[in-house]
Nanobody
């Protein structure tokens, strides 16, 4: 069974950067479409970016396009989300999720089956 674990969150000043990691165990991540999502207090979970399982094509939400980059390291069985130019509005709990049946990947959270526990990102001065 696939298990996901996010890490890399923390407190960062506006304009700063963080790299989140989504480490998998149990199965190779190459078999899955992987998405990154976030949920701020009182808001719905939002799809930010995803990477497809086959050719590794990527998608980004307009809110993060040009600032966030998703990537996959198959040797480490890990997917990353590099976040640059962070804003206070980026403050949220960030999650990764996987779905083996998606090709190409999509952003709606409801399409994903396996989820990590989340990591908090706080952007504040």
């Amino acid at each position: 069974q696939l298990q996901l674990a996010e890490s890399g969150g923390g407190l960062v000043q506006p304009g700063g950067s963080l790299r989140l990691s989504c480490a998998a165990s149990g199965r190779p991540l190459d078999y899955y479409a992987i998405g990154w999502f976030r949920q701020a207090p009182g808001k719905e979970r939002e799809g930010l970016s995803c990477i497809s399982r086959s050719r590794g094509s990527t998608k980004y939400a307009d809110s993060v396009k040009g600032r966030f980059t998703i990537s996959r390291d198959s040797a480490k069985n890990t997917v990353y989300l590099q976040m640059n130019s962070l804003k206070p509005d980026d403050t949220a709990v960030y999650y990764c999720a996987a779905q083996s049946r998606l090709s190409p990947c999509v952003l709606p959270p409801t399409e994903y089956k396996d989820w990590g526990q989340g990591t908090q990102v706080t952007v504040s001065s």
